[in-house]
């Protein structure tokens, strides 16, 4: 593939992305809710869950430094010491849902990235979460797979690159930042 047809391909596909307008409005209210936000993304996904964790703990709250009120952000893709320790132990899709069981409530808000739709511990971690009461926000590639049906809010683009998928997935990462700091101030 050329630069030009990759280019292109990625205009299509952002223009074909479609996502739940109420996933700007639930992370919004999540501060004053008091909702931890938790993240999960398995391979180059996990590489997005992390990156939308710093966006959303600082990049998303104007005057980070001064204000209190802050998003309250995990990755579930981070913590490489207990998620290998799950692996090993247990299974190697268990390692975020074993992850929730010692940190999310109730009401808590539950991000899933994967461009299939179809990992095992993704798909693990939306059932933990539904079971759970927990607000589930897939974010998915392809046909959206298990993750799509599983989750109540969801993001996805249509399409059968990974690559593609992930590029997408990162640009409404960002997207989601610059909504919730303008929102913040009033842009």
Request: glycine share 6%; charged share 20%.
């Amino acid at each position: 593939m050329q630069w030009n047809e990759y280019k292109e391909k990625i205009i299509e596909s952002l223009n074909a992305f479609r996502f739940d307008e109420s996933i700007l409005r639930i992370l919004q209210d999540s501060i004053k809710k008091d909702q931890k936000i938790f993240i999960a993304g398995n391979g180059g996904s996990a590489s997005i869950a992390n990156h939308l964790l710093c966006d959303l703990s600082k990049g998303a709250n104007p005057q980070w430094k001064e204000n209190p009120n802050r998003y309250k952000v995990i990755s579930l893709s981070s913590n490489i010491s207990y998620i290998t320790a799950i692996a090993n132990d247990e299974s190697y899709a268990d390692i975020f849902k074993e992850q929730l069981i010692n940190l999310a409530q109730p009401n808590d808000i539950l991000i899933l990235i994967s461009s299939s739709g179809n990992s095992p511990n993704i798909v693990a971690a939306a059932e933990y979460a539904n079971k759970n009461g927990m607000i589930t926000i897939g974010i998915s590639g392809f046909s959206g797979g298990k993750l799509m049906k599983l989750c109540k809010y969801n993001a996805h683009i249509e399409g059968n690159m990974y690559e593609v998928a992930e590029d997408i997935h990162t640009i409404f990462a960002h997207f989601l930042a610059v909504w919730l700091r303008e929102t913040a101030t009033g842009k």
